[in-house]
């Protein structure tokens, strides 16, 4: 089956500018990550989703970044007014719930990135 | 002090080695311990989870948590040239009901043939 898809999968802006990365999760996925993942970095948190809501945003970075998910499935990530430290590869994953399930927690499946550069 | 530290490498083996991969974390409160491993220009896919300390194999990987030491390894047996890759640690803490991934740095692998 299809997995959890993002586009563009590069994406390169000038400073100043506003951009979004759009993410399709697995069908039948109520939960939605957001990570960003800097060069030599692992990915970092940015922000949850469980339905439509966003339950959790403390990884976002500062008030220019927002995501929305308006029917519960896919999402986008919106970066208003870019700086150049906003160069990476933004992540986005899914899972079936972000709750415990009988083994554990469920596996968050990620997609290829999308990767953006601020010149 | 980061959560969770791992050494980047680049970590070099020839193939057929055996290749020992480790983290430390910082947090005794995280409850979910997972490797993913990470393609050139992929996302992170999912190698191993286990929640308990002790051993947990899958064919040519072993997964260990050492939860007293806050450690955890990934040990990867005869090594081949397709498991070539950067490994992530990842921990997970559930949290009011649901849980987010904290992970580790990476370490970079490279397997010659």
């Known amino acids: 089956g299809a997995g959890v898809s993002q586009t563009p999968s590069n994406k390169v802006t000038e400073k100043g500018k506003y951009v979004e990365l759009r993410c399709d999760p697995i069908?039948?996925?109520?939960?939605l990550y957001w990570y960003r993942q800097s060069l030599g970095q692992g990915p970092e948190f940015l922000i949850y989703?469980?339905?439509?809501?966003?339950?959790?945003d403390s990884g976002l970075p500062n008030d220019r970044f927002f995501a929305v998910r308006p029917e519960g499935s896919v999402s986008t990530l919106k970066i208003q007014r870019t700086e150049r430290g906003d160069s990476a590869v933004y992540l986005c994953?899914?899972?079936?719930?972000?709750?415990?399930?009988?083994?554990?927690?469920?596996?968050?499946?990620f997609g290829p990135g999308t990767r953006l550069t601020v010149l | 002090q980061k959560e969770v530290e791992q050494d980047p490498g680049p970590l070099s083996v020839p193939e057929g080695a055996i290749v020992s991969l480790n983290c430390t974390y910082s947090?005794?409160?995280?409850?979910?311990f997972m490797w993913y491993r990470q393609y050139s220009r992929k996302g992170p896919e999912l190698l191993m989870y286990?929640?308990?300390?002790g051993n947990k194999e899958d064919g040519r990987f072993t997964a260990q948590v050492d939860k007293s030491s806050k450690y955890i390894s990934l040990f990867i047996r005869d090594s081949q040239p397709s498991d070539s890759a950067t490994y992530l640690c990842?921990?997970?803490?559930?949290?009011?009901?649901?849980?987010?991934?904290?992970f580790g740095k990476g370490t970079m692998l490279l397997v010659s043939p």
């Open positions: 947090n005794s409160a995280f409850q979910y």
């Open positions: 990842a921990i997970a803490l559930m949290n009011s009901g649901y849980s987010t991934l904290t």
């Open positions: 069908s039948g996925h109520t939960a």
């Open positions: 989703f469980q339905g439509t809501g966003a339950a959790d």
């Open positions: 286990t929640y308990s300390s």
């Open positions: 994953a899914s899972s079936l719930s972000a709750g415990r399930g009988t083994s554990g927690v469920y596996e968050q499946f």
